[in-house]
């Protein structure tokens, strides 16, 4: 099969021809249609996450088919492969609904092999059957930025008036939901950048501005979804008294220092770690009936370095999907 692979960090991947895997016990084999690049798989890239197995076949939004019969699953049934691929079920994180926390978890594209490829085996435990209001493409997204972007609206609690950092690919689609929920959605993007604000627009914020500096008026809770420390406090600022800041990415650079008043209040600064299967059983029902929409840009397997290149220089509207 052709996979992209990672032999070390910050180098291209390479395309190369590996042998498709074949699957253990509680696994399932899936033919890969499509696989949506993350910022995460970036992070794993650019060697900003330390401990990828090496080599690797990155990617964990994962849309494809059932190859072969296996205990839930039938051939030829769509599927699709989340960034939570392993957890050991005993330890107290996972007795208490809190599998995302596992000491102990694996993660697919980076302690298992990804979707970067023409076949991936998975923990059919951890897999999910796709909605049919999708085709491959648009669903991909929703597997880690639908994912996650879901976790850490949950974080905000019922606030109204709700600040997005980092116009991406989760801050698209969360917004989309937070207006289903009747909130109201403010957008931060990159001073400067016009398309940024301008797709935060078109897809439903009603003001979008400068990350850094206020919003028009207070809000009741921030979701920061670049990669930037100085954002926390910027979102401290902006957030009312017992106003909650969420953290959703997994990688952010330092958060510089700030005076103490700027927690004060009752406000909380919280993070996001990874996802647990309730979580996608429950944006997955959700997602069509709003319905989500994901904008993508499309691809080819072998252009896997071309689309991590325009995610790491923002140049990317959406989500990167490849065809695989």
Not at 112 to 133: K, N, Q, T
Not at 287 to 308: C, D, K, M, S
Request: overall charge negative; some cysteine; hydrophobic content about 45%.
């Amino acid at each position: 099969m052709r996979a992209m692979v990672l032999e070390r960090a910050r180098e291209p991947l390479r395309l190369v021809d590996l042998p498709a895997p074949e699957p253990g016990p509680g696994q399932v084999a899936i033919e890969v249609s499509a696989c949506a690049v993350c910022r995460t798989d970036l992070h794993i890239v650019d060697g900003e996450l330390t401990r990828p197995k090496l080599p690797l076949v990155p990617g964990h939004q994962i849309a494809g088919r059932v190859a072969r019969a296996s205990e839930r699953f039938e051939p030829g049934q769509r599927v699709g492969v989340p960034w939570l691929g392993w957890t050991d079920g005993t330890c107290r994180y996972c007795r208490s609904g809190r599998e995302n926390l596992c000491d102990e978890a694996g993660f697919t594209g980076y302690d298992i092999d990804g979707g970067y490829a023409e076949h991936v085996v998975a923990d059919e435990r951890f897999c999910f059957p796709l909605p049919d209001a999708y085709d491959d493409v648009q669903v991909a997204p929703l597997l880690c930025a639908g994912l996650i972007g879901y976790r850490t609206l949950r974080f905000a609690g019922d606030a109204e008036r709700l600040g997005i950092y980092g116009f991406g690919a989760a801050a698209s689609i969360v917004a989309q939901v937070a207006i289903h929920q009747g909130r109201r959605v403010f957008a931060f993007t990159r001073a400067g950048d016009e398309e940024a604000r301008r797709f935060a627009l078109d897809t439903g914020a009603e003001w979008a501005g400068d990350s850094l500096g206020p919003p028009p008026e207070e809000l009741d809770a921030a979701l920061i979804f670049a990669p930037v420390g100085a954002l926390v406090p910027a979102a401290l600022r902006a957030v009312a008294k017992g106003g909650t800041v969420v953290c959703g990415g997994i990688h952010m650079t330092d958060i510089p220092t700030m005076p103490y008043e700027l927690l004060w209040g009752e406000r909380v600064v919280r993070s996001v770690a990874n996802l647990t299967r309730a979580d996608a059983e429950e944006f997955l029902k959700l997602a069509p009936r709003i319905p989500v929409r994901a904008q993508v840009e499309t691809f080819r397997l072998e252009q896997a370095n071309e689309a991590l290149d325009r995610l790491r220089g923002g140049s990317l509207r959406g989500s990167a999907v490849l065809l695989v």
